[in-house]
């Protein structure tokens, strides 16, 4: 089932934090985050393992609670650069045989950054 | 790295005919998706291989829909025939090994059915 990320959309002036939650409504073992802009491919920005664990990326990081099924991405002092849309991709299991698992992504959230 | 490559970029077709959309996965990935963007549904995930394996094709809308994946270097994703409500932009994605599981996404074919 796709996860449900929220806000759908939110405008921040540059230097300003903005939070974007995913939500799933089935047990996770995995939740990847991606930036697309505009007519360009999604790009990877990090990924968070059943455990509970929070990562950072640079200005960027992510928490992921398994128990609510909940990721949320963090992006301090925001930059022009952060502007675009942000999707979650989910995996309900670990991926078998040796290989990734295809990924159920939101809808996305979008992002625009202001000077 | 050249990353993972698509063709064609863009594709028009009428209503009917058959388009072959082309993907070539980043050399040692072991994984590859393809994945369709539209306004209304979204990243949608269509059908994943593994080792040249396809894994899950549950994503594919139609049998009009197919894919193959011959060696670890090629795959493609053909629609036959194609309609107007197949136009989007068409991802193809790999990932490497077990163990690391980003996924790194070609530019897209956008297609469009008239």
């Known amino acids: 089932q796709q996860p449900v990320q929220s806000p759908q959309a939110v405008i921040l002036r540059e230097g300003e934090d903005a939070v974007i939650n995913c939500s799933s409504s089935k047990a996770l073992y995995s939740v990847h985050w991606y930036r697309q802009k505009h007519g360009e491919a999604p790009v990877f920005l990090m990924i968070?393992?059943?455990?509970?664990e929070q990562k950072g990326h640079e200005k960027i990081s992510a928490s992921f609670n398994e128990k609510k099924q909940q990721s949320s991405l963090y992006l301090t002092a925001s930059q022009l650069s952060y502007s675009g849309t942000y999707f979650c991709g989910t995996e309900n299991e670990e991926p078998l045989g040796g290989g990734a698992d295809g990924l159920t992504f939101g809808k996305g959230t979008h992002l625009i950054i202001q000077p | 790295d050249a990353g993972v490559i698509q063709s064609p970029r863009h594709e028009v077709t009428e209503m009917g005919q058959e388009v072959t959309l082309r993907c070539k996965p980043i050399s040692g990935h072991n994984s590859l998706f393809w994945y369709r963007q539209t306004m209304m549904r979204g990243l949608e995930l269509l059908i994943y291989?593994?080792?040249?394996?396809?894994?899950?094709d549950s994503g594919m809308p139609e049998d009009r829909f197919s894919a193959k994946m011959p060696n670890a270097s090629f795959s493609t994703l053909k629609i036959q025939p194609s309609e107007p409500r197949d136009s989007a932009v068409y991802f193809c994605a790999s990932s490497p090994r077990a163990g690391v599981y980003e996924q790194y996404f070609g530019p897209g074919t956008r297609l469009t059915v008239t």
């Open positions: 291989f593994n080792n040249n394996v396809p894994i899950d």
């Open positions: 968070l393992l059943k455990g509970g």
